[in-house]
């Protein structure tokens, strides 16, 4: 019994030696605010993150912690990667209000249309000319937008603005409650997870989301009605961001930082365009599926919708020029850097 029990320790000690042997240099954690089976988990984060480990070489390790596991709220996660809590995240730019000022021109109505994987690329080329300033004490691995806001209702059919004043709607972003001011109805601000409840218990008449979270949160069990614009024109979109805490990114071998870079690029994120655009169309199918009604607006109602936006980008490039930044020229590069990419 005792040369077993001799055996079976050493045998033990050989897998932990073994173990030990081919553990990663660089081990990270990444952190964010939606469950394992949101796209963004399961066919964006998990991806990217075994792409820089195959990049590595076994070098690097990252271990994803969804839906808030290691504390916190998701307002705090910009400032958890900041203060080095946690070495990544994954996090929505307008949870911090006026945080991001520049990278807000390509979540407005008339920037963002229809194309995810343009308007990812955009944000690329506007980066290192545009954006980077705002982004201190993380390096960014990469920004992305989603397909875009749809208007998602519980019991209101809308194809005016008309139909919904005085409605109370969650919105994402800053840029969002603008949108829903200009449209004649009431902002409510909450992070993405707390939107069932608020739609089951009538603390929100609806909300400005995309499709894509749709079929995470069973919104089609909450809803009974989704609007978006003619050819799927959206009402602006919402910016996200993977980051690395900067003094962790600072202490990487350049070989490391490579293989970061390297899952990072412009195929990766036209395909993070694509993921999004994937998922949107089939959280509008469950959708219907479920019996809710899609309301594609005609051209003409789009229009109107247009019109009565308008002034949410004045309203923006006002604010943003009592901070020193050309609001107006910025529009005008993004916009332009959206229809290039859109082009090609």
């Known amino acids: 019994m005792s040369n077993i029990k001799n055996a079976i320790l050493g045998t033990a000690l050989f897998v932990l030696g073994a173990s030990s042997a081919v553990a990663a240099d660089y081990e990270f954690k990444l952190h964010h605010f939606l469950g394992e089976k949101a796209p963004a988990h399961s066919k964006m984060l998990a991806p990217w993150a075994k792409q820089v480990e195959e990049n590595s070489g076994g070098k690097v390790a990252i271990e994803i912690y969804p839906a808030m596991t290691l504390g916190g709220r998701p307002p705090e996660l910009i400032n958890q990667v900041r203060d080095g809590v946690v070495d990544l995240v994954w996090t929505v730019n307008g949870y911090t209000p006026g ?15 229809n194309d995810t994987a343009a308007t990812n690329l955009a ?16 390096e960014v691995m990469f920004l992305h937008v989603h397909a875009g806001q749809g208007i998602h209702m519980t019991d209101t059919e809308v194809r005016s603005p008309a139909d919904l004043e005085g409605k109370k709607m969650r919105i994402p972003t800053r840029t969002g409650a603008w949108v829903i001011e200009a449209l004649g109805a009431s902002p409510v601000a909450m992070p993405v997870p707390e939107l069932p409840p608020a739609l089951q218990k009538g603390v929100i008449d609806g909300a ?4 894509e979270i749709i079929p995470p949160l069973k919104i089609q069990e909450q809803t009974e009605y989704q609007i978006e614009g003619a050819d799927k024109e959206r009402f602006g979109t919402t910016v996200f961001q993977v980051s690395m805490n900067k003094d962790r990114w600072e202490s990487l071998p350049d070989d490391v930082k490579q293989a970061f870079r390297d899952a990072s690029g412009k195929d990766w994120v036209k395909q993070v365009g694509d ?8 959280g509008i199918g469950l959708a219907t599926k479920a019996g809710n009604t899609h309301i594609t607006l005609t051209p003409e109602e789009t229009s109107v919708f247009n019109e009565a936006l308008a002034p949410v980008v004045d309203r923006w490039v006002e604010e943003v020029s009592e901070k020193g930044i050309d609001g107006g020229a910025l529009v005008d590069k993004a916009k332009a850097a959206v229809a290039k990419n859109a082009s090609n």
């Open 99 to 113: 945080l991001f000022p520049r990278s807000e021109v390509f979540e407005l109505p008339g920037v963002h249309k």
């Open 123 to 138: 944000l690329m080329d506007l980066y290192e000319s545009d954006l980077k300033d705002e982004y201190k004490g993380v």
């Open 208 to 211: 400005l989301i995309p499709w």
């Open 275 to 282: 993921i999004w655009a994937g998922a949107d169309d089939f």
